[in-house]
């Protein structure tokens, strides 16, 4: 049988409870020192209305189990009709979505030839096996490609009515990674295979292909150690999501950008320049951030979904909808642990991709936006019939820039959500878009997967002109704390359901689970679209001319219930149950705020013994390692100031602009003496000494 705990069990354990507070508090004021988050700064103490626990199985819950040795390693690669393809280890399996039982399956080992070469180069057993890395559809063929102990093979399979017939095969190289763990996605499209790879075993040759077409190679303007997440094609093109090392931020130190890369369909490379290498290669940043004076970033784009029509925001108009898709990003892992969840409209990514391109004179120069002069005429972002017909002069040009100036910026620009805490990072997300809910609204149901086994089900609303997420549930689905690595909504024949997918196990879970809310009151604070209040009981509704159903999701209170439960003798312990499961206790707020005061106590004395220690001569100087470096400072030398040139930079990166102004070793304001624009003095920035990302 499968038990559900809720909220109010959750109080026995306030061990992990005071401490998921005190970090998520402790988080959010990190984060408003950085800068001011305003009408954000609520996302970082979210709630879910209800926590709950799944195990065993029955009432709406399934598990696909094998009696292969673990671990796994499943991920899903294919979802065809109501049919989800796993990948594994030596393995992949067509599984139903209806009831979560076996189609088919086919066993495919490395050759042994293979494995043996594997193992003499020192590779350990465990990698040298075949982990399926790609699977596509093809008409009634079926395209599988496996790393085959880091010989990249791919082969072709008939589909038959109980199996897979082996056909062809073929070498996978550009189609399939060589190590298991690095990070690739491929897509098939018009019967040709779009691979994000790379074309060695090292990992030194990151590559976009498409049969005989390429990124250009061993240039870090086009790709720059990347990790793919996704791709999907959206109208004539074909869209990748990763993230790499910014080369255009590498004059600041290393860092990690969020890109969206994008190449025609048709695309057949070009005439005598750029030969088997893409003519519409073009990137630009994805802007996850929290707004302020000094953004900050979620550098680290880690999965995201296709295009799909719907609205980061709840609407009633159904026509609001438009093509978007959702990401989740995360910092650094030498960082702030944090994660957040943006939305992107696809419009504003076309518009990116027609604006400014970003350049680079000389590799001593700056990046800076190419002035629109120097941009080729008509501009090269559309699809050319011929790739071939593409003059020289303009393939020159999309050689050396194919990174875009401007970012594509996040609907709202600012994340649906932050999970700022050290108990776990988003890793997955799908979403049920545009469902109708009983008040006539339009949501997007957002399901989130996490690194320990948990799922947020989550939506977005307008309130008082500022975007609300409202946390529903959050389910336990390992009690192993497995990393989630694979998420599908289903809903079709009147079944809907999650899928979920961890390295080990796959699971089904029903999208809601009203029937465990017994009063009014805590089926409308629920707050979740699929559930209302109807003749005693708390259930998804399948008509919605049941206009009777109480239902408020935007505030989770309805006056209605209030005259129900007025004649229900057990109120007075339904609204002490009602408070439980809603409401932070009393106990763990207040020791979340001590241990964050005396965290912040003990950290200013520290920075203050530091801040003390530096006030002898010598101490009080540039942070800039280099000391050829073309930014000058000011020493004092016998009590006297001697002025030096100092440049300043303004925010659009146009030519610098010479000051005369002393360099004091106190930081300046934003304004230029005797004037009132904005500039931003070089001399502040900072290398740390010893970073580097991993």
Not at 78 to 93: E, P, Q
Not at 222 to 228: A, G, I, K, Q, R
Not at 347 to 367: A, C, I, L, P
Not at 587 to 603: E, K, P, Q
């Amino acid at each position: 049988m499968m038990r559900y705990i809720s909220t109010m069990d959750s109080k026995r354990f306030p061990g992990p409870t005071l401490w998921k507070y005190t970090t998520s508090i402790l988080i959010g004021f990190l984060f408003n020192t950085i800068g001011p988050i305003g009408c954000v700064s609520d996302k970082f103490l979210w709630k879910a209305n209800s926590e709950v626990v799944i195990q065993g199985v029955g009432n709406g819950v399934e598990w696909f189990t094998k009696n292969e040795t673990r671990p796994n390693h499943y991920r899903i690669l294919l979802v065809k009709d109501d049919n989800v393809l796993i990948a594994a280890r030596n393995y992949f399996y067509n599984i139903s979505m209806i009831s979560l039982q076996e189609n088919m399956h086919s066993r495919w080992d490395a050759s042994r030839i293979a494995v043996t070469e594997c193992l003499m180069k020192d590779k350990s057993e465990e990698v040298c096996q075949n982990y399926i890395r790609v699977i596509a559809l093809n008409d009634s063929d079926l395209l599988v490609c496996g790393t085959n102990a880091f010989k990249p093979i791919c082969r072709s399979y008939e589909i038959k009515r109980d199996s897979y017939v082996r056909r062809i095969s073929q070498n996978g190289v550009g189609s399939c990674p060589f190590d298991p763990n690095h990070n690739s996605t491929a897509l098939l499209v018009d019967h040709k295979l779009f691979a994000a790879t790379v074309a060695d075993t090292s990992g030194r040759d990151p590559l976009i292909f498409r049969g005989m077409i390429r990124t250009e190679q061993h240039d870090s303007r086009w790709l720059n150690e990347p990790d793919f997440v996704s791709t999907f094609d959206y109208e004539d093109k074909v869209y990748f999501v990763f993230r790499e090392a910014a080369v255009e931020n590498i004059n600041c130190g290393k860092a990690v950008f969020s890109r969206i890369a994008r190449v025609c369909k048709n695309d057949e490379g070009g005439k005598r320049s750029l030969v088997g290498t893409w003519t519409s290669f073009y990137k630009a940043r994805l802007n996850c951030s929290i707004p302020g004076e000094f953004p900050f970033y979620f550098n680290e784009v880690v999965h995201s979904t296709g295009v799909l029509k719907g609205n980061h925001i709840s609407s009633v108009d159904k026509h609001a909808a438009s093509d978007i898709f959702y990401a989740i990003f995360n910092t650094p892992e030498n960082s702030i642990p944090a994660s957040a969840i943006c939305a992107f409209s696809m419009g504003d990514v076309n518009k990116t991709f027609k604006s400014r391109f970003k350049g680079q004179e000389s590799s001593v120069h700056n990046w800076l936006a190419v002035h629109e002069k120097e941009t080729p005429v008509p501009h090269p972002e559309g699809c050319q019939s011929n790739s071939k017909n593409i003059p020289d002069q303009t393939l020159n040009f999309i050689k050396s820039h194919p990174l875009m100036n401007d970012a594509v910026p996040s609907l709202g620009h600012q994340p649906i959500l932050v999970n700022g805490g050290f108990n776990y990072r988003f890793t997955r997300i799908a979403v049920h878009q545009q469902y109708l809910a009983v008040d006539g609204r339009y949501y997007d149901i957002l399901f989130i997967g996490t690194n320990d086994g948990h799922v947020l089900k989550v939506i977005n609303i307008e309130q008082n002109g500022k975007m609300r997420s409202i946390v529903i549930e959050e389910l336990l689905v390992f009690k192993d704390k497995s990393m989630i690595v694979g998420l599908e909504v289903y809903h079709k024949f009147g079944l809907e359901k999650l899928i979920v997918v961890s390295g080990d196990d796959v699971v089904s879970i029903p999208l809601h689970r009203c029937h465990i809310k017994v009063t009014c009151r805590e089926c409308v604070a629920l707050q979740d679209p699929y559930c209302s209040w109807l003749d005693g009981k708390c259930s998804a509704f399948s008509s919605r001319r049941e206009i009777s159903r109480i239902q408020n999701i935007r505030v989770g209170f309805h006056a209605m219930c209030e005259e129900e439960e007025m004649n229900d003798p057990k109120f007075g312990q339904t609204l002490d149950n009602v408070a439980s499961a809603q409401m932070i206790p009393t106990s763990i707020f207040i020791g979340s705020l001590v241990l964050v005061f005396l965290f912040a106590g003990v950290l200013g004395f520290i920075i203050g013994f530091k801040v003390s220690t530096c006030r002898t001569p010598g101490e009080c100087e540039s942070p800039l390692d280099d000391p050829k470096a073309n930014l000058h400072h000011h020493h004092h030398h016998h009590h006297h100031r001697q002025d030096t040139d100092h440049y300043y930079a303004k925010p659009d990166n146009i030519v610098p602009t010479k000051y005369n102004n002393v360099w004091d070793c106190n930081p300046r304001g934003n304004k230029v003496p005797n004037t009132s624009t904005d500039f931003r003095s070089v001399n502040n920035y900072t290398n740390v000494r010893g970073k580097t990302y991993l």
